[in-house]
């Protein structure tokens, strides 16, 4: 028994895939069943069953249509694309006796061809003499659209298949007409059967440079001009994943609201400001819940919101500064305190700071922690990146794992947004939001320059695009 049982061809429209297919089936004991898990069609489009099975059968319920395919004699597989049948993705992905086949080409080259397909009809041609040629018009949305479905679909297969440990055979269009690489395929497959010829059958369509076939061809080239296909302006996201975190959700007695706070940002003040709209002590909360408790208030409380509220990357890096690593007592980390003097050069005095510490040590020091948090945040250092200055951004997709807040609000704005909420949700009256106190031994405004803001911006460069800071002062 070979390593696959059955196969997979990852494609999109205008990929070359049917010729892909025309040369698999040319191989011994090797059965490709086109497009098994089109919404549309199934197999292909003149085609009302595959392999004995109805379209209406197969929507019911598709694993039984896998469960033949993985069942017919020889090595027989299927082509699949992003828009195709979800239900089945997994089984397919996680199965390792089902080899992977990913076809690729040009996205730009793709969209035209599939434009001009869609303006001919003709999605196949075997005799020259009845091509259709057309020119097309170039949409940038439109072709943006394209390339993000695509990418995503491309990303997501590829991530599963590193994720079990697993390989797939990668195709680009222009390889589909190199015999050593049909047959290479074929070794990868496990097929003892090999090609003396590709089938020449299916012609390409279209064969013109795209500056033919593209009347708006200036605006295409001004448009993939803005392009950015290295991802340069991406930026690079090393820091650890956050679990949702449920314990340290605050939840409403008897509003219907939901707090998720983000470590190092206003959290008391609006923990106090809920409790007061609730008229109870803040112990009178939902606090330290599990999911099970979660689930139960959510039942509870039909209508609920819920809302997290997010504070300026600089403001809670000074504030994470102070509260866990300038000073002593029961919340510095005293341990990273340690390491931070030692290993990285942070100017901290030796115990609390006391009457000597003045505001050119304290600014020296900070510029040093968020030098530190730059290298912590991608990944770089050894000291654990803390929930107090991880990103904004990975909090909330831990949130993401189990829900997201229905409202994510600036702390500069929290005042009238949670006023606007308690009104949304019922209450005439709310308590105003007791704004936080600053920071000690100084203020961040002290201590901020233009320096200060670099620093800042350069460690947390994913929440000030996510969420669109600019500068703090």
């Known amino acids: 028994m070979g390593r696959f049982d059955t196969f997979v061809i990852f494609a999109e429209m205008r990929t070359g895939s049917n ?6 089936n040319a191989l011994d004991g090797v059965t490709c069943l086109g497009e098994a898990f089109n919404p549309h069609f199934i197999g292909y489009p003149d085609t009302s069953t595959l392999l004995g099975m109805e379209q209406d059968t197969r929507d019911k319920d598709p694993m039984q249509l896998l469960r033949l395919i993985r069942a017919e004699p020889g090595l027989t597989g299927f082509r ?9 993705l997994d089984a ?33 041609l075997t005799d020259v003499a009845r091509r259709k040629k057309a020119q097309v018009v170039f949409d940038a949305a439109e072709f943006a659209t394209f390339v993000a479905d695509l990418q995503n679909f491309q990303t997501s297969v590829l991530h599963q298949l590193q994720a079990s440990g697993q390989t797939a055979f990668i195709l680009d269009y222009e390889d589909l007409r190199l015999l050593d690489v049909i047959n290479g395929l074929a070794m990868f497959l496990g097929s003892d059967a090999r090609l003396d010829a590709p089938d020449m059958r299916l012609k390409v369509q279209n064969p013109e440079p795209l500056s033919e076939k593209v009347s708006n061809f200036e605006d295409m080239e001004k448009a993939l001009a803005g392009a950015d296909p290295f991802s340069l ?11 949702a975190a449920v314990p340290t959700y605050v939840a409403g007695h008897t509003a219907p609201l939901l707090y ?7 959290v008391a003040p609006v923990t106090a400001w809920l409790a007061a709209l609730d008229g109870v002590n803040e112990e009178a909360l939902g606090l330290r819940m599990s999911q099970k408790d979660l689930r139960l208030w959510k039942r509870s409380k039909p209508g609920h919101r819920s809302f997290t509220v997010i504070r300026h990357p600089l403001a809670r890096a000074h504030h994470a500064f102070c509260s866990y690593i300038l000073g002593t007592g029961p919340q510095v980390y ?7 003097v030692r290993r990285y050069g942070l100017p901290l005095p030796d115990g609390a700071p006391d009457s000597g510490y003045d505001i050119d040590q304290h600014r020296a020091a900070f510029h040093a922690f968020l030098e530190f948090l730059k290298g912590n945040l991608a990944g770089q250092t050894a000291i654990r990146t803390d929930a107090a200055w991880c ?6 997709q831990g949130f993401g794992g189990l829900m997201l807040p229905d409202f994510v609000i600036r702390e500069d704005e929290a005042a009238a947004d949670l006023h606007a909420l308690a009104k949304r949700m019922g209450y005439a009256e709310a308590q105003p939001l007791v704004p936080s106190p600053d920071d000690v031994p100084f203020s961040l405004a002290e201590v901020c320059t233009a320096r200060t803001e670099r620093l800042a911006a350069a460690a947390y460069a994913r929440d000030y695009l996510t969420f669109g800071f600019g500068s703090y002062s």
Do not use: M
């Open 19 to 24: 010729f892909l297919e025309t040369n698999l």
């Open 80 to 88: 699949y694309f992003h828009d195709h049948d979800p239900r089945v």
């Open 92 to 124: 397919v992905l996680t199965d390792e006796r089902c080899a992977k086949v990913l076809l690729t080409r040009n996205p730009a080259e793709s969209y035209v061809s599939w434009k001009i397909a869609q303006s001919t009809g003709q999605w196949k």
């Open 233 to 243: 302006s991406r930026v690079p996201d090393f820091e650890p994943r956050r679990a």
């Open 260 to 266: 998720l706070p983000v470590k190092g940002g206003p």
């Open 334 to 340: 005293d341990a990273i305190r340690t390491t931070l």
């Open 391 to 396: 990103s904004q951004a990975q909090v909330l």
